[in-house]
């Protein structure tokens, strides 16, 4: 099975029923998810500051069934390099870890950001 990383942008997709949203589903069930605890991090926040209770939001992400992956050292590295690629597409700290997270598994990583196409730093999917 290939593996996926998934950008939070993909993962809220779901959650805010926004375009995009059933590819995501489908990549879901037809790959082994990845996502970095950078990336989780994003998604929670933006879930509780739009008011959904933290048990809630714990139980729904566990239901999608993505392992998450630590953001180590070799991982920390590797965004900070990507600094210099991905600096005039305006990507975040959270958007250089889902790539280093996806360039490290060999995995393509999974993105509502139309920008990332433009990068040729690993498999890139966009979902909308």
Do not use: Q
Request: glycine share 4%; hydrophobic share 45%; proline share 2%.
């Amino acid at each position: 099975m290939n593996k996926l990383v998934f950008d939070s942008s993909a993962i809220l997709a779901i959650y805010y029923n926004e375009p995009g949203k059933k590819k995501v589903r489908s990549l879901l069930d037809r790959a082994e998810p990845l996502i970095s605890s950078v990336n989780l991090s994003e998604v929670y926040t933006k879930l509780l500051e739009d008011g959904l209770d933290a048990d809630s939001v714990l139980d729904s992400f566990t239901g999608l069934e993505i392992e998450v992956r630590d953001f180590d050292e070799a991982h920390a590295m590797r965004a900070a390099a990507l600094r210099n690629d991905t600096k005039k597409l305006g990507l975040s700290l959270g958007d250089r870890a889902c790539l280093a997270l996806a360039i490290h598994e060999n995995a393509a990583a999974v993105t509502a950001d139309k920008n990332w196409a433009k990068l040729n730093v690993c498999r890139i999917e966009v979902i909308r």
